[in-house]
Nanobody, 120 residues
Framework: QVQLVESGGGLVQPGGSLRLSCAAS????????MGWYHQAPGKQRELVAVITRGGSTAYADSVEGRFTISRDNAKNTVYLQMNSLKPEDTDVYYC??????????????WGKGTLVTVSS
């Protein structure tokens, strides 16, 4: 069984920073892309940033230049460094991993989400 566990969310003032982490564990053969998504109540889940196993990255326009995604393949962990946070960044952030299990099944896995609140 595969689990993705996020950490690092919380309350931060506008202009502040947070670092989210997501560790994947379980019967994992290989992890391909890993990413972060956000979802506000009543809205669809949207991509924030994604990183390939080789380190190529892509960002939503709204976070380009403020957020940085990185990963540690040895630890099956992806990070999201969030700087210059704005109130509109307030959302639940979900970790995603495109991975293959030891049984040969390849699919997307999701974490349960971590809440980021940007408020003074």
């Amino acid at each position: 069984q595969v689990q993705l566990v996020e950490s690092g969310g919380g309350l931060v003032q506008p202009g502040g920073s947070l670092r989210l982490s997501c560790a994947a564990s379980g019967s994992i053969f290989s992890i391909y892309a890993m990413g972060w998504y956000h979802q506000a109540p009543g809205k669809q889940r949207e991509l924030v940033a994604v990183i390939t196993r080789g380190g190529s990255t892509a960002y939503a326009d709204s976070v380009e230049g403020r957020f940085t995604i990185s990963r540690d393949n040895a630890k099956n962990t992806v990070y999201l460094q969030m700087n210059s946070l704005k109130p509109e960044d307030t959302d639940v952030y979900y970790c995603n991993a495109d991975l293959e299990t030891m049984r040969g099944t390849r699919m997307d896995y999701w974490g349960k989400g971590t809440l980021v609140t940007v408020s003074s």
